[in-house]
């Protein structure tokens, strides 16, 4: 039996994807999941969320992979053998940590390599593509696991595409903003491209007993983060944006027509409108835990102990919703 994965990801930087994998991997195992939240941004600030300065050095270090994602496939990279069981950062007893490593993003070559080889029955190849996949599968295992959330940087590159490949949902992260729906535009296309096309590749592996992704990459919908709120409504500059939002996402990630009067109010694709905490982001930060865990020794106080129990709602808000459409339930 294998764990689902719920990948972010949008063809934007900035829209807040490394915020919601961080905070519902804890909001999840608050909750009572057991969650293996894997980075596999080269970026790593996933894992610089997760990890203090002193653990973020002993981790990740450029001498020794051993204890990042880097590591877990170092050994099939350098054609030395297979992938390997991933070390797993215990965050707490329903948390694991994958971390992260600058060094994947030289996997990025090897990874367009293999691509059409796969369409050549190449064995290596298929064991190359899925070794995402396969690495976060053992760990959620070994952790007996009831879910993976994958952190993606914000490109439509080899990595991003074995990664979304690997997983079984996507959630769309977006600001208000043109840049945030010009990258919405591109993922929906370059999504169901790469699921067609693995659709392909999967009749042609020859290693019958190889652990492989089915790709279905099914669309949970999207979040629109960090707009400014002003009297409970985002604030003018913004409103043009938001307005087309469902559009945008219906017509590129679904490849349907919008229903005539849609807004992101009534858009049931829709999952949440998350203001912008930036008063707690910072103590977040500092403290290394999610802004609704934050206490008054953390210098959450008055309005900001106020904006704790509101994160708090908002995060346990989205996700209820992403467990109902997983069928996490």
């Known amino acids: 039996m294998t764990i ?14 490394t915020t919601m994998v961080y905070h519902l991997a804890w909001m999840f195992a608050d909750q009572n999941l057991k969650v293996i939240a894997a980075d596999l941004d ?10 203090d300065e002193d653990r973020l050095e002993e981790v990740v270090s450029p001498e020794n992979h051993s204890k990042t994602i880097y590591g877990a496939l170092q050994p099939l ?24 490593d600058m060094a994947l993003s030289t996997f990025e070559d090897q990874l367009s390599e ?32 009831n879910v993976i959330l994958i952190d993606l940087g914000p490109n439509l590159g080899a990595i991003n595409r074995a990664a979304l490949i ?7 992260p977006l600001g208000p903003d043109l840049f945030s729906i010009q990258g919405l535009r591109n993922l929906g296309p370059a999504v169901r491209r790469w699921r067609d096309e693995w659709q392909e590749r999967l009749q042609r592996n020859p290693v019958k007993d190889l652990l492989l992704p089915s790709g279905s ?16 409504r985002p604030v003018k500059a913004f409103d043009r944006w938001i307005a087309k939002i469902p559009e945008a996402y219906a017509t590129a990630v679904l490849e349907k027509k919008m229903q005539p009067g849609l807004t992101i109010d009534t858009d049931s694709n829709c999952i949440a409108k998350l203001r912008d905490y930036r008063s707690l982001m910072p103590l977040a ?21 106020n904006a704790v129990n509101n994160v708090y709602d908002e995060f346990r808000s989205v996700a209820q919703k992403i467990r109902k459409v997983t069928n996490l339930d």
């Open 4 to 17: 689902p994965v719920i990948a972010f990801f949008n063809n934007k930087g900035g829209v807040g994807k």
């Open 42 to 51: 080269p970026q790593s600030n996933l894992t610089a969320a997760f990890l």
């Open 77 to 100: 990279k350098d054609g030395e053998g297979d992938v390997v069981a991933p070390f797993v950062e215990r965050i707490n007893e329903n948390l694991g940590l994958i971390p992260g």
């Open 114 to 145: 293999v691509w059409p080889k796969c369409m050549d029955k190449d064995p290596r190849a298929f064991r190359v593509t899925s070794a995402f996949y396969r690495i976060v599968q053992k760990a959620a295992d070994d952790a007996k696991a």
């Open 166 to 172: 690997a997983s079984d949902y996507i959630v769309v």
């Open 217 to 232: 990459i099914e669309a949970v919908g999207y979040i629109v983060l960090r707009h400014s709120i002003r009297l409970d």
């Open 285 to 305: 930060q500092e403290a290394h835990k999610p802004m609704f865990h934050l206490k008054a020794a953390d210098g959450a106080l008055g309005a900001h102990a």
